[in-house]
């Protein structure tokens, strides 16, 4: 997350029941965004792309531990694990223009603990 000169968040979501959003834009003024949706417009493509990147990263990481022959049960299942777990959140991904109440409350959860 980025942060501002004094170390605060950037963006924060301020009210997490109904979803608002506050964020500095490029020239620094506060935007009041409710239900993030400016927000998920600008983020939208650079989240799914970047997931996606992260997704097939894990996968090839996967292939390369299944290919060796070295490789033991347990480094097989550490990978396969992440694999899934990657896959699991660029298929959520796919969703985020239908919904992002539960982006939006999981950023929130993480951000402001």
Known sequence: MN??????NMANITDISRGVVKYKD???ALIV?????????MIKIP??????????????QFNEVVRKPESTYEDIEVVRL??????????????????????????GRIVNN
């Not at 942060?3 to 605060?8: A, E, M």
């Not at 989240?47 to 090839?60: A, D, G, P, Q, T």
């Not at 992440?82 to 950023?107: T, V």
């Open 3 to 8: 942060k501002d000169t004094n170390g605060k």
């Open 26 to 28: 490029k020239t620094g």
């Open 33 to 41: 965004d409710y239900k993030g949706t400016k927000l998920m417009e």
């Open 47 to 60: 989240l799914k792309k970047k997931s996606k990147e992260l997704c097939s990263n894990v996968m090839e």
């Open 82 to 107: 992440r694999s899934e777990k990657a896959l699991d959140g660029w298929q959520e991904l796919k969703y985020i223009d239908e919904e992002n109440e539960s982006f939006l409350k999981e950023w």
